[in-house]
């Protein structure tokens, strides 16, 4: 099958989404499948064709939110190269700029389009309201999140089930919703596939000492993600034991002023900041981590928990929905709904041998679970209900290649 991924984020870009877009182009290639790019250029204002053509990086204006960039909704100069592609399907993962130029091309094309829907906008208002008509804000973007979702597409994934109630009960979505949990390359994590030489230059970097027990947390630093809430813990966690370490992996709008706050509570010394680690690095410094935590409410899935978890690193989070499918309370990690629940599972893994190596061992099999291959099966079924799924009428108009015809009459698992 021949697919185009259309997204505003991909690497070099390094967030969540970035991620999950590039595990899945690589596991449907590993699959068999023929897989193009459609996304932003993010150094300049210019076309970029790379890879054999099977990237197109779109000129966009960068918008102020993080490195996001916006590109126009109708790129001439890559319109006759995406049709030389002759694709079969279209899987947008944005809603503006390019995932309308997606809906845009799927409708020129006559082909379906399916969509993911990764990101709680609801919860990002505020980058550009500044605190000035939150509500008004966040009724628009309700309005175009179910437009986009329902009305220009053919299919709809969301990661989580916490996703799925949004639309179902706020939104009111009336169409089939597949739930298809992001998957990541486990292997990528595992302790045995990463040089312990290289764990051990980190180590000297960091100044972490091999009997220090390391709080990890990875993700964009900025205030929606809670980390505050991570620093100001630390201080009681230290009292229990000195020898307990925060180390924070990533970079944000608000670095500075969570450095500023942890020379305040004057713990500077016991939380570390690694600052911005390349994508294609960061299994690398999971390595280094005894518990992984978040305390973020607005997380659609939580790619890191996984992550962490194919390092045999047990999991501390907040009782949220988004988590409820990597974290099993008790089993591979902890539950916690405040912080004095917080610090006594951050305590309890540090000082119960037993149950931390239980939880280490469960982590890495339940982490199995969610694996590359896996996920993209999932994702092809929904292309396969897309492509079959049409109204008769429409399904007689369409003409087929040989190829795809074959495809539909095999099957996607041969």
Not at 53 to 70: A, C, H, K
Not at 210 to 235: C, H, M, T, W, Y
Not at 323 to 352: C, P, R, S, W
Request: net charge neutral; aromatic share 12%; hydrophobic share 35%.
């Amino acid at each position: 099958m021949r697919i185009g991924l259309f997204t505003d984020t991909y690497p070099p870009f390094v967030n969540g989404v970035s991620t999950s877009i590039l595990v899945l182009e690589n596991a449907l290639r590993k699959l068999g499948h023929e897989v193009y790019i459609v996304t932003v250029n993010p150094e300049n204002m210019h076309y970029d064709f790379e890879s054999d053509s099977r990237i197109i990086r779109l000129p966009g204006i960068p918008i102020g939110i993080y490195d996001y960039r916006l590109t126009g909704i109708y790129p001439i100069k890559a319109i006759n190269k995406i049709k030389e592609w002759d694709l079969d399907i279209i899987h947008s993962h944005t809603e503006f700029g390019v995932g309308t130029f997606a809906r845009i091309m799927a409708k020129q094309l006559d082909i379906p389009i399916v969509h993911t829907y990764h990101t709680m906008y609801e919860d990002y208002v505020h980058y550009i309201t500044k605190g000035y008509f939150d509500n008004a804000s966040k009724k628009a973007v309700e309005y175009l999140t179910k437009f986009f979702c329902d009305k220009t597409v053919t299919e709809l994934i969301v990661p989580t089930k916490k996703t799925y109630d949004l639309f179902k009960e706020k939104y009111e979505y009336d169409r089939d919703i597949h739930i298809v949990p992001t998957g990541i390359e486990v292997e990528r994590f595992f302790n045995e596939n990463n040089d312990q030489s290289v764990t051990e230059k980190l180590r000297k970097k960091f100044k972490i000492g091999k009997n220090d027990f390391i709080v990890l947390f990875v993700g964009r630093l900025a205030s929606e993600k809670n980390i505050p809430f991570l620093i100001e813990n630390q201080v009681e966690l230290i009292k229990k034991n000195k020898k307990c370490k925060l180390l924070i992996i990533g970079d944000g709008p608000d670095k500075t002023s969570f450095e500023k706050l942890a020379k305040k509570l004057g713990i500077s010394d016991n939380v570390i900041f690694t600052g911005k680690v390349p994508l294609d690095e960061v299994n690398k410094y999971y390595q280094l981590g005894s518990v992984f935590v978040t305390a973020s409410k607005t997380e659609t899935q939580g790619l890191t928990l996984l992550e962490a978890m194919s390092a045999s690193i047990p999991v501390v989070a907040l009782d949220d929905e988004a988590f409820e499918d990597a974290v099993i309370d008790k089993l591979n990690g902890f539950l916690f709904h405040d912080a004095k629940e917080y610090q006594q599972d951050i305590i309890k893994l540090m000082t119960d041998k037993k149950c931390y190596e239980q939880m280490c061992r469960q982590a890495r099999i339940n982490a199995e679970a969610h694996s590359s291959k896996y996920y993209a099966e999932k994702v092809l079924d929904v292309y396969y209900k897309a492509l079959g799924g049409e109204p008769s009428g429409q399904r007689e108009k369409r003409t087929f290649s040989s190829r795809m015809k074959n495809v539909i009459k095999k099957g996607f698992h041969d």
